[in-house]
Every structure is written in C-alpha cells, then in structure tokens.
C-alpha cells in the first residue's frame, strides 16, 4: 500500500490554515520547509485522503519559458496541461492546470541523508521525471515560491502545495519541442505562449482551483499584459 507525507493540519496556524496562495522567501522560506520536513509523517494513502486532520504535503511546479533580455523576460509562456481520466485523482478530470507536481513517497528521502530543501526537490523532480519527457533538456533548479492552500473544496482540504517555479531561458517554441508530456495517458498539453494563455484564461472556472489562485497571483505574468497583447494581435 502507498504511503505518503503528511503533517498534522494542528501542527501548523493552529489548524486554521491561510487560504490562498502565500509567498514565501529568505529565512522564512527555509523555516518554512524545515519545520513541515520535521513535522511529516508517512501515511497509507487511501485513510490521507479521507482525513482532514491530516494535510499531505504536495510539491507543485510552475514551468515558464521565455528569453530573459535587457528589458526582463521577452515571449513569456507556461506549461498547461488538461487531466484526462487516466489521472488518478478523478476530482481533476477534465481541468486545465499550470502546476505539475505529486504527492511525497518514502523513496523521496532514501539514499544519503537530505536537508528539508534537498527532501521536497528530490520529490519534485522524481514526479517532474514521471510526468514530462526530459530526454532532450536538463531543467534548471527549481525556486520554492510559498505555500498553496484552498480548504473550500473536497481535494484541497486534505492537501496543501509547496509551490516552485522551473524557468526556461528559452523561447516558448523551443521549450515546446523540448520538453514534452510524459504521461500522455493522464494529461495533454505542453508550453503556451501567454497570449494564447489568455485565450484559455476567459473560462478560469475550467482551470483547477490551485491553478486559479496562482494565476490570479501573477505567477505566470501579469493578467492586464496579456489581455492588451491579445487585443493588440487582434487590432492588427
């Protein structure tokens, strides 16, 4: 049977957690991710996910493209992808999301001894690995962003994100032909320039709700830039 990292919803805010996107950063992004390495325990999956009290830690990665240049990043884009019903999860069937990512297992933290930064990378990059085709490119190290919460919905309630970003120096196109959806059986997709974004961000009820809240967030770039670029391309 499964086993997964959680932590105890009372360990943290007294149990009654911020709702939301929190950025974290410095010192207290390190407190932060030493105190839920710490406090985690492993738990058979089937009963985490029917236990409130519990919240399993899930690292959930933002992958931006573009070409950093003098005025910032130029061509800015996102992975998106849509779950289809090979996902496990069958609460996310049929929604758009930024964020890839998976639960915690025991062979995260297998082999030499980690730090809590070192335990949640290594995680993340393990599903990174089952979840994308990274044959053609090595992904830069990935910077933890804040936490993720949203106890209004039957899944989140018994989740919360550690939130990272892996940013490609490179243009949307190439990154596309790069990297590529591995499990192809559970999601489809693959890096979207923002103005195309845009286009699917006119329906944010279809995009799952962690991915609302980073959206909404500026994870991905600010929402006025895209609306004026698209209605730029229009007008033209």
């Known amino acids: 049977m499964t086993e997964i990292h959680v932590v105890d919803r009372s360990s943290f805010f007294g149990g009654n957690w911020p709702q939301g996107f929190a950025p974290l950063s410095g010192d207290s992004a390190r407190t932060f991710l030493s105190e839920a390495f710490a406090r985690g325990h492993f738990?058979?999956?089937?009963?985490?996910?029917?236990?409130?009290?519990w919240k399993q830690w899930i690292p959930y990665?933002?992958?931006r493209c573009g070409r950093r240049?003098?005025?910032?990043?130029?061509?800015?884009?996102?992975?998106t992808v849509r779950r289809t019903r090979g996902q496990s999860e069958a609460r996310l069937h049929g929604a758009w999301s930024i964020g890839l990512g998976g639960h915690i297992e025991p062979e995260d933290g297998a082999g030499n001894p980690v730090d809590a930064a070192g335990f949640f990378e290594q995680a993340l990059r393990r599903e990174l690995s089952e979840e994308l085709d990274l044959r053609r490119v090595q992904l830069p190290a990935p910077t933890f962003l804040g936490l993720?919460?949203?106890d209004s919905t039957e899944v989140g309630r018994v989740h919360a994100g550690l939130v990272y970003a892996v940013d490609l120096d490179l243009p949307c196109e190439q990154a596309r032909e790069l990297v590529r959806i591995g499990e192809i059986s559970k999601m489809h997709g693959g890096f979207t320039h923002l103005v195309e974004f845009a286009e699917l961000w006119q329906n944010p009820a279809s995009f799952e709700t962690w991915s609302q809240m980073l959206v909404r967030a500026g994870i991905v770039?600010?929402?006025d830039g895209w609306r004026r670029q698209t209605l730029g391309g229009q007008g033209g």
């Open 43 to 53: 738990r058979d999956r089937p009963t985490a996910e029917m236990t409130p009290a």
């Open 61 to 63: 990665c933002v992958l």
């Open 69 to 79: 240049g003098p005025q910032g990043v130029e061509g800015r884009g996102v992975l």
């Open 148 to 150: 993720l919460n949203d």
């Open 221 to 223: 770039g600010p929402i």
